[in-house]
């Protein structure tokens, strides 16, 4: 239940009117002067999404709070001003960003932008200044009136001192005796809540008379910390060195206090309007108390918060740097524990500490999907100097993995770079180094830069042969070869990575391996000792809760057998590389069922984002199944598009295998549209398969084309496509027109559409509702069209729709 907001009534109409009006209103006022309590009144029966921006200090940490309130999430390559205008487009609510610190964050051109790219996203901020741009309306906020000299001793200042003395149990105020001494410290206030609320405390406490007549906020709070008892005065002054809401564990060790000790001391200043606390339990202070219990904190006060913050991270991270879980308790703490961290690794002394703690805490962040956490706080560590070899090696490569799988797949490689800096110092460089090789050929293979991911898999080999990394590298060597179609190396390399003897804490290495091994029994056709042993893989890595590789294969068996009951899992929690295969299956699923829209809109999603991450294998199978939805849909034009990009990239980064469902799936079009080349396509799909002895499976059983007796031999060369071959077969595709070019002409067919339908007026997420696509991909589109005909904006896009369709109707 909201609190009274007494004598706001003007200014709450002015909002609601201001609401009515116009998508941006900043609420501007001095501190103390009620403005988050006005906003909340006047949007109680209002869909609301509150972003606490008193801490907020950048303008991505704006945004990241924002997307996180409103459960929006960032694909790689994503721009972070792109997910929010999509989050809150179409959406009927209101983003309150409170407390936001316009000046230092420079918010208002980013908030400008995201109300021009929207059609309906309506923004409230409370701030101590306004932004000055074109779509923003204020409404300011001034103190409560107080009553003078000669007008009674009445109004909402009178009535909210009296409520907070009656609240903090004091003796009840005759207003006629007491009329001095209220009128006094009432003007003292100034008329700001927050400031009457303080001094009534203080009444309350000590009685009318002897309570301090505050000037300001500064010298409530002075008077305030001037009642507490020591232990009470000294949390206030550490806890306002606290930029952030802590946990009771985190508050003990920075009062150095037992937990009940330190709940008493809190639930005092919490009386006295001095300390708040959060919905989650958190306890936490109103910008203008923390900022003069900072100022009033004294250097053992520092001292203590600093070592008790760093001793709490200690205690709590893991104790190996290979355990850790989503569930851990310090993760609702993670404010605390980041600023732990980066206080230990800035200074040389405490510097180990901190790389060892950010070390440890990696494989919770990780496990828990955090990897925006996980690599600031990992490349912040760096940043700050070099600690230990080892330890920083290690850090720096998993900060590369965090990279590159939040902001795409590339990403981390300069962190990658950064590892073997470290390695050069460390007792054993080799093992380093080959560490580092082994993560980097990780990367290359989920890029499908398939050359780049075996070499330096074997230069993992090459320095440490017989290093802990030798089982992981050749895993990778496998699954290159696998995705390859070198099968009998596959095999070979995949045994070669199962352990001679059990080791549980590589389990998940030996899982991997035997997958690759199913997968390739897929493609050679023996479908039974390919579900047997995927089925095993699953059921054991259940036993083992490796969640990850577990579902890897549970994904490839939901393809094989429909009987197979998967356990449900949240996508929007897995990492990109899990959850864009299971995706892309739930698009199978969905086209089995005949469901082809839906399955061509999520294939399209997938498509998006494996480009956007350069996730290479997974951009290949999603344009598969987007083929496949669009031949079934009637739309061969962009089945024709989708199908010879996939044939590209399949080319580049040799796949033969996928390149000859591809070229089934040609086939298909090719027949339909009654070309002459259709069984040639197919002939060339054999071509690839048969020297791999791989058969047809999947998509490619769907096109019963029978194939030519050869290949057209400018296609092929030895057991793969020719140099030629995809500009060969886009021809056979691409007739010449007599339609004058168009500079629109170098669009995709999708790509075409969303320029069409932005040149209608339509938002991101009507297009995506139109085509049946997710507004992120209609954005990605976006950002495709923008490059390649070198505009920036929606309406420079829409003049040039508008006037290549006029001079083409005209010509």
Same mark, same amino acid.
């Given at each position: ?650 080319? #580049?980064?040799?796949?033969? &295998?996928? @390149?000859?469902? /591809?070229?089934? %799936? +040609?086939?298909?079009? *090719?027949? =339909?549209?009654? $070309? ?71 669009? #995709?067919?999708?790509?075409? &559409?969303? @320029?069409?339908? /932005?040149?209608? %007026? +339509?938002?991101?997420? *009507?297009? =995506?509702?139109? $085509? ?40």
């Amino acid at each position: 239940m909201l609190s009274p907001c007494l004598g706001r009534d003007d200014v709450q109409r002015a909002l609601g009117a201001a609401l009515a009006e116009s998508r941006w209103v900043t609420v501007v006022g001095p501190p103390g002067s009620g403005k988050t309590l006005i906003v909340r009144h006047v949007a109680a029966d209002t869909e609301t999404w509150w972003v606490d921006a008193r801490t907020l200090r950048s303008l991505d940490d704006v945004l990241v709070a924002a997307l996180q309130c409103l459960d929006a999430e960032t694909a790689p390559g994503d721009s972070l001003v792109g997910a929010l205008g999509r989050a809150v487009d179409g959406r009927a609510c209101l983003l309150v960003l409170d407390g936001l610190d316009l000046d230092a964050t420079d918010a208002g051109p980013m908030l400008q932008a995201v109300l021009e790219s929207t059609s309906d996203a309506r923004v409230v901020v409370t701030a101590l200044t306004t932004a000055g741009q074109p779509h923003e309306s204020v409404v300011r906020v001034g103190p409560l009136p107080v009553p003078s000299h000669r007008s009674p001793l009445e109004g909402p200042a009178v009535e909210l001192f009296l409520r907070r003395v009656r609240s903090a149990g004091g003796q009840p105020v005759d207003l006629d005796a007491q009329a001095h001494e209220v009128r006094r410290l009432l003007r003292a206030t100034g008329g700001l809540p927050l400031l009457i609320e303080q001094v009534a405390v203080q009444s309350a406490l000590v009685g009318l008379s002897n309570a301090m007549s505050s000037a300001s906020l500064d010298e409530a709070v002075d008077s305030a910390h001037d009642l507490l008892d020591d232990d009470s005065a000294t949390a206030l002054r550490r806890i306002g060195l606290l930029g952030f809401p802590v946990g009771l564990g985190v508050l003990a060790r920075v009062l150095d206090e037992s937990s009940a000790r330190a709940a008493d001391l809190a639930g005092n200043l919490v009386r006295r309007s001095l300390l708040e606390v959060d919905p989650r339990g958190r306890f936490d202070m109103l910008s203008p108390i923390r900022g003069r219990a900072r100022a009033i904190a004294r250097p053992h006060d520092v001292a203590a918060v600093e070592s008790g913050l760093i001793g709490w991270a200690d205690d709590n991270a893991p104790a190996h740097d290979n355990y850790g879980a989503a569930d851990a308790d310090w993760l609702k703490d993670l404010p605390a524990m980041r600023h732990a961290v980066l206080t230990a690794c800035e200074k040389p002394e405490t510097r180990a500490e901190g790389y060892s703690v950010a070390n440890r805490i990696f494989s919770s962040l990780y496990t828990s999907m955090r990897a925006r956490d996980a690599v600031e706080i990992l490349e912040a560590a760096l940043s700050s100097g070099d600690g230990p070899p080892a330890i920083g090696a290690q850090i720096a490569r998993r900060a590369g993995i965090a990279a590159s799988e939040m902001r795409g797949t590339y990403e981390g490689l300069w962190l990658l770079d950064r590892a073997d800096e470290h390695a050069s110092s460390a007792p054993s460089p080799e093992e380093q180094l080959a560490k580092t090789a082994s993560i980097r050929a990780e990367m290359h293979l989920d890029a499908g830069e398939m050359e780049l991911a075996e070499r330096e898999a074997r230069r993992a080999l090459d320095l440490d042969p017989e290093g802990s990394i030798r089982r992981q590298a050749t895993r990778t060597l496998a699954d290159v070869y696998t995705s390859q179609g070198r099968f009998a190396e596959a095999a070979q390399a995949a045994g070669d990575a199962l352990p001679a003897r059990m080791s549980r804490d590589e389990r998940w290495i030996d899982l991997s391996a035997r997958t690759l091994l199913a997968r390739i029994a897929l493609e050679q056709g023996r479908v039974a000792e390919a579900v047997a042993g995927t089925r095993a893989v699953v059921l054991e890595a259940r036993e083992l809760a490796e969640d990850r590789v577990g579902l890897l294969a549970e994904t490839l068996l939901r393809g094989l057998d429909p009987t197979w009951e998967p356990l449900e899992v949240d996508r929007q929690s897995l990492p990109w590389a899990v959850r864009l295969p299971v995706l892309t299956q739930d698009g199978r699923d969905l086209l089995v069922r005949g469901e082809l829209r839906q399955a061509a809109g999520l294939a399209a999603d997938v498509v998006a984002l494996a480009d956007s991450a350069r996730l290479g294998r997974d951009s290949v199978e999603a344009r598969l199944l987007l083929g496949r939805a669009l031949v079934g849909l009637g739309d061969l034009d962009q089945a024709t598009t989708t199908y010879l990009t996939a044939l590209d990239h399949c080319r #580049t980064m040799r796949l033969p &295998l996928r @390149a000859a469902d /591809v070229l089934d %799936g +040609l086939a298909g079009v *090719a027949r =339909a549209r009654q $070309l002459p080349e259709t069984r040639s396509l197919a002939a060339a799909a054999a071509a690839l398969r048969t020297p791999r002895m791989a058969v047809r499976w999947g998509y490619a059983a769907d096109y019963d084309v029978v194939p030519a007796s050869r290949a057209p031999e400018a296609w092929i060369h030895g057991e793969d496509l020719s140099a030629d071959a995809v500009t060969l077969i886009s021809a056979v595709f691409n007739r010449p027109t007599s339609e004058p070019p168009s500079v629109l002409d170098q669009l #995709t067919a999708a790509e075409r &559409l969303v @320029a069409e339908r /932005v040149a209608q %007026g +339509l938002t991101s997420r *009507a297009i =995506a509702e139109e $085509l049946f696509v997710s507004p992120r991909t209609v954005d990605a589109h976006l950002t495709h069209i923008y490059r390649k005909l070198d505009i920036n904006t929606r309406a420079r896009l829409a003049g040039l729709v508008t006037e290549q369709t006029h001079g083409r109707a005209h010509a």
